[in-house]
């Protein structure tokens, strides 16, 4: 259950509705949000005869939700969580574009690519400062010197900036630097680092498992909202099948079923998934048809020479042509880019 108190509930209003779910038996888990505080009613086994909090002053509603995911859930609200950064917003009609290298590799290349993926129409730039690869001795990233690049590469475009963080220990560098903290793939199950998240105030990208389920998703991001931050963007970026053809197989029926289940904005990132760059402008255009709030595409200046994630990254060429031809989908299912 959770129990919506008014946007000027006071402090002890929110304590006496806290007194009167222990008495009751259950725990009180106030969340803060920025107009109004939610209380999660944990450690029912059934429905909650709510009668007596419904009536407690300060309380605008109660809502019984039977997901475990109380504050991610659909029946926990019926408005959309939006999330902006800037000028983009995760969730509305509009679908942002996040673009850039897998990797940071050094000031020159990121600043070149920057501006050719700014004057192609994207609105966030990616790329990894800390990289989690499969193999130690592979690029592991610039670490502090590729965040400051990307700080120089925000201020000379003016568009945000989304990167990785891997560990507890860096998430206030990390979000001192950075628009949009990015959780990976291999970290989806990092409680302590969801919770980490949760507690500062930057959004989050949460991508995917690969071997995680859409309900271990929505759990993960209940994570981070718990700890009181509402502005968590899902990513769908491939689940590891049977397949061979593609790096991963993109779950494209995950969009609506996030749709269906959760408040959340869910974008997809159709590079990780088929990890080929033949692959991704048809899986972006799908991607665009199925609902997607927005895209995370790779894009790299000399994707012969990358130190990361070459084979399955855009020319900035090809992304130019690939939002073109997204403009018009978008527009067939009533959003713009
Ligand atoms: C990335 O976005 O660069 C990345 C490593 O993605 P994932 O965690 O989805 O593999
Ligand atoms: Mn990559």
Request: hydrophobic content about 40%; overall charge negative.
């Amino acid at each position: 259950m959770l129990v919506i108190m008014k946007n000027d509930a006071t402090e002890g209003e929110i304590e006496a509705v806290g007194k009167s779910i222990r008495e009751m038996g259950y725990t009180a888990k106030p969340v803060p949000g920025v107009q109004r505080t939610t209380i999660c009613v944990l450690g029912n086994e059934r429905r909650v005869d709510s009668s007596h909090i419904e009536g407690l002053s300060g309380v605008m509603e109660v809502i019984h939700v039977s997901k475990p995911y109380k504050l991610v859930s659909r029946e926990g609200g019926k408005e959309p969580i939006h999330v902006r950064i800037g000028n983009c917003e995760f969730g509305g009609t509009a679908i942002p574009l996040i673009a850039g290298p897998c990797a940071v590799e050094d000031r020159g290349q990121y600043l070149e690519v920057a501006d050719a993926i700014k004057r192609a129409g994207a609105s966030i730039l990616r790329g990894g400062a800390y990289k989690p690869r499969t193999s130690p001795y592979s690029f592991q990233g610039l670490g502090e010197k590729g965040l400051e690049i990307l700080a120089e590469a925000r201020e000379v475009t003016g568009l945000p900036v989304c990167t990785e963080v891997m560990d507890v220990e860096h998430v206030s560098l990390v979000s001192e630097y950075t628009d949009i903290i990015q959780i990976g793939m291999r970290n989806m199950h990092n409680y302590s680092l969801l919770k980490r998240v949760g507690c500062q105030g930057k959004p989050v990208l949460l991508k995917r498992g690969m071997a995680a389920t859409i309900n271990e998703l929505l759990n993960a991001a209940e994570y981070i909202i718990s700890e009181g931050n509402w502005n968590v963007i899902l990513c769908e970026r491939g689940i590891r099948t049977f397949e061979e053809q593609t790096r991963n197989t993109l779950d494209l029926s995950a969009i609506p079923i996030i749709h269906e289940l959760s408040r959340l904005p869910v974008i997809v990132d159709p590079s990780h998934a088929c990890g080929r760059w033949m692959h991704v402008s048809p899986l972006s255009r799908a991607a665009v048809a199925v609902g997607a709030d927005g895209l995370m595409i790779e894009v790299h200046n000399h994707p012969e020479s990358a130190l990361s994630d070459g084979p399955q990254s855009l020319k900035p060429e090809l992304f130019e042509k690939l939002v073109k031809h997204l403009r018009t989908i978008a527009e067939t299912v009533g959003r713009t880019l």
